[in-house]
Nanobody, 122 residues
Framework: QVQLVESGGGTVQTGDSLRLSCAVS????????MGWFRQAPGKEREFVQG????????YNGDSVKGRFIISRDNAKNTVYLQMNNLKPEDTAVYFC???????????????WGQGTQVTVSS
């Protein structure tokens, strides 16, 4: 059974930092690209960042460039999202996802976590 479990969300102030983690089990983690997406109330799911299976390639969403950093530890079956200089518009549920190829569209990812809430107050 494939499981992706996000953690690290919470409520912070503008300008603060958070680090999200996504622990993956039930699949060969090192053979999957990983992505982070987010969804705010009433909005479509938005690509945040993605990382290839060997960390060589990374894709960035336009809204988080220069502030967020994705990384992965294949020995720990975990992908991370370091979020710096958070803004109220970053408020959303954040999801991690696993896919066979690195892409920016949700349809390319086969497995999803349940999400973790991030709230940034002004």
């Amino acid at each position: 059974q494939v499981q992706l479990v996000e953690s690290g969300g919470g409520t912070v102030q503008t300008g603060d930092s958070l680090r999200l983690s996504c622990a993956v089990s039930g699949l060969t983690f090192s053979t999957y690209a990983m992505g982070w997406f987010r969804q705010a109330p009433g909005k479509e799911r938005e690509f945040v960042q993605g990382i290839s299976k060997n960390s060589v390639f990374k894709y960035n969403g336009d809204s988080v460039k220069g502030r967020f950093i994705i990384s992965r530890d294949n020995a720990k079956n975990t992908v991370y999202l370091q979020m710096n200089n958070l803004k109220p518009e970053d408020t959303a549920v954040y999801f991690c996802a696993a896919g066979e190829g690195l892409d920016m569209v949700p349809q390319s990812y086969s497995y999803w976590g349940q999400g973790t809430q991030v709230t940034v107050s002004s």
